[in-house]
């Protein structure tokens, strides 16, 4: 006997047949799988030259972030005047499936920068004061989907000492008639920080190096971009030495800091040319700094690793 099913009994049917011996579609390789990317943040300038030493340092330790266990991506991203922001380049991170991301601020040492405002742009901090600043910047702030990390900043290794050490012997001549003086960009707000890290590495400096006397000024914004006050650094170390080695203390070369402000600072110390031995150079290149860049991420990547495997041992 023929047994006639109603048309929507047999699409019923039909579909539970299917299901029932079709193959499910295969999960994707990246599923539930950790996915590490790394950003590194820096500033950002409106100086091509200063912006060209950043996207350098990325290519110069990118084949080696990318042989780090779990990283898969790294980018550059600037925090204001120019794109790719971190927004942007978090939003990127988001779209290609990144799981993590770890930070790491090309900065000098602790700043609102990096305390406050990176942190308020990525979402986790809100920071009433950052967020005027971001609006007044046009900064956009975007919180990822990715789990952030911020590592370190410069100042927690030895690196800047001994990187001053070298570009201030490289000036200096006669170290026991010389004196540093060295030029910051400086924070208003962290200033107890700036000033301790100018100290630990002018002590270092006379240390190494027998120049018996330093002092130190800022060009930032905290100094309102003035020339007189890397005047007024140079002019307390005259005062004691015949001549002073003048070395920058910023992270690339920016034509409006290294050639105008601290250059005009220099020019109006009389007998200058005799008495200031000055190059208008950056921390930047320096293969310490990628080796410092390498080895964060190197243990900021496993600590995500740990974190991550503990979580899935407890399931």
């Known amino acids: 006997m023929t047994v006639s099913l109603p048309l929507r009994t047999g699409v019923l049917m039909s579909v539970l047949l299917l299901s029932t011996f079709s193959p499910l579609p295969a999960a994707s390789p990246e599923q539930g799988r950790q996915k590490i990317g790394v950003l590194l943040a820096n500033h950002g300038s409106r100086s091509a030259t200063w912006r060209n030493a950043l996207t350098d340092l990325e290519a110069g330790v990118r084949d080696r972030l990318l042989a780090v266990p779990g990283v898969t991506g790294v980018k550059t991203a600037f925090m204001e005047y120019n794109e790719p922001s971190i927004a942007t380049r978090m939003k990127e991170f988001d779209a290609e499936g990144y799981t993590d991301v770890i930070i790491v601020p090309v900065f000098l040492t602790v700043s609102a920068h990096t305390f406050d405002d990176i942190p308020t742009i990525l979402g986790r901090k809100t920071d009433p004061h950052s967020l005027e600043l971001l609006k007044i910047e046009r900064i956009e702030r975007y919180t990822p989907k990715a789990s952030t990390v911020i590592a370190p900043t410069l100042d927690f290794t030895a690196l800047l000492k001994e990187n001053i050490v070298r570009r201030a012997a490289a000036l200096s001549a006669d170290a026991k008639n010389e004196g540093l003086v060295l030029i910051a960009y400086g924070?208003?707000?962290y200033e107890r920080?700036?000033?301790?890290?100018?100290?630990?590495?002018?002590?270092?400096?006379?240390?190494?190096?027998?120049?018996?006397?330093?002092a130190y000024g800022w060009c930032g914004h905290i100094?309102?971009?003035?020339p007189q006050r890397t005047t007024d650094a140079i002019g307390h170390v005259l005062a004691k030495k015949e001549k002073a080695?003048?070395?920058p203390v910023l992270v690339a070369h920016?034509?409006?800091f290294q050639v105008k402000i601290i250059g005009d600072g220099i020019?109006?110390?009389?007998?200058?040319r005799?008495?200031?031995a000055y190059r208008p150079d950056s921390i930047l290149p320096d293969p310490a700094v990628e080796r410092w860049i390498v080895d964060a991420v190197h243990r900021e990547a496993s600590g995500l690793r740990a974190t991550t495997s503990s979580q899935e041992g407890g399931r």
């Not at 000033?195 to 240390?207: D, P, R, S, T």
């Open 274 to 276: 005799r008495r200031v």
């Open 187 to 189: 924070d208003a707000q």
């Open 193 to 214: 920080e700036w000033i301790e890290l100018m100290n630990a590495v002018g002590e270092h400096v006379k240390k190494e190096l027998g120049i018996a006397s330093y």
């Open 254 to 256: 920016d034509e409006m």
């Open 245 to 247: 080695v003048v070395v």
């Open 223 to 226: 100094a309102h971009y003035d």
């Open 267 to 272: 020019a109006a110390v009389p007998d200058h």
